[in-house]
């Protein structure tokens, strides 16, 4: 009964907002955009921090507020301009995040970070486009985040290059002949990287012996678990939410499953060892930064200085799951906030108003070395990186594996 | 599928159909009773899980302790609420006190909402509950193997309580004529607290029981589970004991296999429309008794 009324509901509230959206397809140099005036610039923060990402939208949030407080403000025309985060919470939920999106327009920002989770940001995209307002998504890895929308940029890799990774470190690394995929259903982060993990899979010689998906906040994988078991693969790829992960390892090993078990880059988060204990033992994962590599000297002072920020609040520790552990996506965030001000800086010498899509040009020119490594935009506006790290889960702890080079770059 | 597969497949079903037995009783002995559908009793099965989650990280208590702390609080939790939404609404139609119920449902996840934010958080582990065992080919975990005995245990109990004792005549006579057994002497009262422990003890037991292998809790996570129940109540005859336990097993048994046979975008709808079935072709369920409108 409650189902219904709010399945009614939804539906009645997506097609007044269909109907709000409809008919501005302007293109890019058409839109005025959002002019910067007074001496605060504003920056919108669109992120989860409740529903299914809720955990890791958190940690992205946590970066871009300790990037905050390292650089707070910015330097253009003379001016000396504040930088305001205005944080507004997406709820993991395509929906709410157009409500989000449009309630950091009608604030006045000039620029947005986020989101964790690619759904969320393909659904608030052209929100943010129609406004004339620049966004810079830290970690979603969707291709369709940036593609078609001018005012869409991303920090980092993107899910066809790490459905490669995985699939050659399954293939050539492990020696794997046999994977099972298990992915999300209606998920665009989940099922994209699982069909670019699949096809590489294949085209290294190997077969998907089990594809199996899984209902938004389901609980019991016992079922789709005896059924990877019961097809023999040699591993499973499991892209999938942080809440996800931690119920999936303990059912995993409860069914005595043998599978090598990988996952995508939302795994490098200490919350899922610290729940599940040994169930995740031995599991590799890619992620997008290692603070020993040496091509990227600033991954180890942001490590120090972020811990150190975290330890200063205990809130800031519950925040992060109840660890100093630094994750990537904190390590995205801070990039992301870093190169929406080095583009800010870059303004300097313009004239006339200052407004988003100047902000936006300058986004598309910038160059920025940053903690994840060196950032500039492409056409479709992806950072143009080319290394992934993988890592494993040993004695409770993150174990650099390697790193991997993108050839065809 | 080979034979171990399916006996995997069969364990997990029961398994969970045992959990949606406990709470679909829940649903039906009250319905029995007072012809409500108390829809806040998914949300009760959700806070029991929250008061596990205080019980042994807050305060760190022996799982023993938490164990019995949790069902007294669910059981006290349960009565209150009967006591506040329900008790004042007695005489009134039968749809307000329904409308009540829908009102305590949503208070109580939203009220979890404010206290506990809506992160999930991660439930206790009970050591030796979550230890692996291995019966010929088929593994598992120690709370998935006992979960349908202690269904079976739970049920068999309970029936005889009902059938053998003063309150359970009690009960069964409210169920049969609600205002001649008052006339008779029984206090109404009474009988109705003593369902609303029992259907509650059973949400709190099948809460722990939930939970321990899938343990993330948020809330708005009895929902789901609370709806599903019931419709095994439903489906066993709403009214009915053995019925429900039925519709449990029949609800978690045939999700099981839709998501073996890798449909699980349809193992929730696959639920939905055998309450929509059973509706159409047997409004009783399979257990009901007749009803004969007298005029």
Redesign the interface.
């Known amino acids: 009964?409650?189902?219904f009324i709010a399945l009614a509901l939804a539906s009645v509230m997506t097609l007044s907002l269909a109907a709000c959206g409809g008919g501005s397809d302007a293109p890019a140099s058409d839109v005025a955009g959002t002019a910067i005036s007074g001496d605060t610039i504003k920056i919108g923060v669109f992120e989860p921090?409740?529903?299914e990402n809720?955990?890791g939208g958190?940690q992205e949030v946590l970066g871009i507020r300790y990037a905050n407080t390292i650089v707070p403000t910015v330097d253009i025309n003379g001016t000396t301009y504040n930088i305001e985060l205005v944080e507004v919470d997406n709820q993991s939920d395509k929906t709410a995040a157009v409500t989000a999106a449009q309630s950091l327009i009608s604030s006045g920002v000039v620029g947005v970070l986020g989101s964790y989770g690619s759904g969320v940001s393909i659904a608030a995209g052209q929100t943010f486009a129609e406004a004339g307002v620049p966004a810079i998504g830290c970690s979603c890895t969707n291709p369709q985040v940036t593609a078609g929308n001018d005012f869409y940029f991303r920090t980092c890799f993107l899910d066809p290059f790490q459905g490669t990774v995985m699939a050659s470190y399954a293939a050539e690394e492990m020696g794997y002949k046999t994977a099972a995929i298990v992915s999300q259903?209606g998920d665009d982060y989940s099922t994209g990287i699982a069909a670019y993990f699949k096809q590489a899979f294949e085209q290294l010689g190997g077969t998907i012996v089990a594809?199996?998906?899984?209902?938004t906040?389901?609980?019991?994988f016992?079922?789709?678990l005896?059924?990877v078991?019961?097809s023999e693969a040699e591993c499973v790829f499991i892209p999938c939410s942080i809440?996800t992960a931690?119920?999936i390892l303990?059912?995993a090993?409860?069914?005595?499953l043998q599978a090598h078990i990988l996952g995508s880059d939302t795994w490098e988060n200490e919350s899922i060892v610290i729940?599940a204990?040994d169930a995740a033992e031995g599991v590799v994962f890619s992620t997008f930064f290692d603070e020993n590599d040496e091509s990227t000297p600033m991954a180890k002072d942001f490590v120090n200085g972020f811990k150190a920020y975290l330890n200063e609040d205990a809130q800031r520790i519950t925040l992060n799951g109840g660890t100093d552990g630094v994750a990537a996506v904190s390590a995205l965030g801070y990039d992301g906030y870093m190169t929406m001000v080095t583009a800010l800086a870059s303004l300097d010498g313009t004239e006339g108003d200052l407004t988003s899509v100047n902000l936006r040009d300058a986004l598309a020119a910038v160059n920025y070395d940053g903690v994840t490594g060196n950032i500039t935009f492409s056409e479709t506006g992806d950072a143009n990186k080319d290394a992934a790290y993988l890592k494993k889960v040993e004695d409770g702890k993150f174990v650099f594996v390697k790193k991997q080079i993108d050839e065809t770059k | 599928?080979?034979s171990t597969?399916f006996l995997?497949?069969c364990l997990?079903?029961i398994s969970?159909g045992g959990i949606y037995a406990l709470i679909a009783i829940g649903y039906t002995m009250v319905y029995g009773i007072l012809r409500l559908i108390n829809?806040a009793h998914g949300d009760i099965f959700m806070m029991a899980a929250y008061f596990m989650i205080f019980a042994m990280v807050d305060f760190a208590l022996p799982w023993y302790v938490s164990i019995v702390i949790v069902l007294a609080a669910t059981v006290l939790l349960g009565v209150v609420i009967e006591k506040v939404a329900y008790k004042p609404l007695r005489n009134s139609p039968r749809m307000s006190i329904m409308i009540s119920a829908?009102g305590v449902?949503y208070l109580l996840q939203n009220l979890a909402t404010y206290l506990f934010?809506?992160?999930?958080k991660?439930y206790p582990?009970i050591d030796f509950l979550?230890k692996?065992i291995?019966i010929g080919g088929i593994?598992?975990?120690v709370v998935?193997f006992i979960t349908p005995i202690l269904t079976l245990v739970f049920v068999f109990v309970l029936l005889q309580l009902i059938n053998h004792t003063k309150i359970g005549m009690a009960m069964r006579a409210v169920s049969k004529d609600f205002e001649t057994s008052q006339l008779m002497g029984i206090k109404i009262n009474r009988v109705i607290s003593f369902t609303f422990v029992i259907g509650c003890f059973l949400a709190g037991v099948g809460s722990i029981l939930y939970f321990t292998?899938?343990?993330?809790v948020y809330p708005?996570?009895g929902?789901?589970p609370g709806?599903k129940c019931f419709i095994a109540a439903v489906f066993g005859g709403i009214g009915s004991i053995p019925g429900a336990m039925l519709g449990g097993f029949v609800i978690g048994l045939s999700?099981?296999?839709i998501?073996?046979a890798?449909y699980?975008?349809f193992?929730?709808v696959f639920t939905f429309i055998l309450l929509i079935v059973v509706l159409l072709f047997k409004p009783t369920g399979l257990f009901g008794e007749k009803i004969t409108e007298k005029v």
């Open positions: 009964m409650k189902k921090t409740t529903g809720g955990g958190m259903n594809d199996e998906t899984y209902q906040n389901e609980s019991d016992n079922a789709i005896t059924t078991k019961q809440a931690t119920l303990p059912q090993k409860a069914n005595g729940a204990g | 599928m080979t597969a995997q497949y997990t079903g969970i829809f829908i449902s934010s809506a992160l999930p991660g582990k979550m692996t291995t593994s598992t975990s998935t292998p899938r343990p993330s708005l996570v929902s789901l709806l999700e099981t296999f998501k073996a890798g699980s975008e193992s929730d």
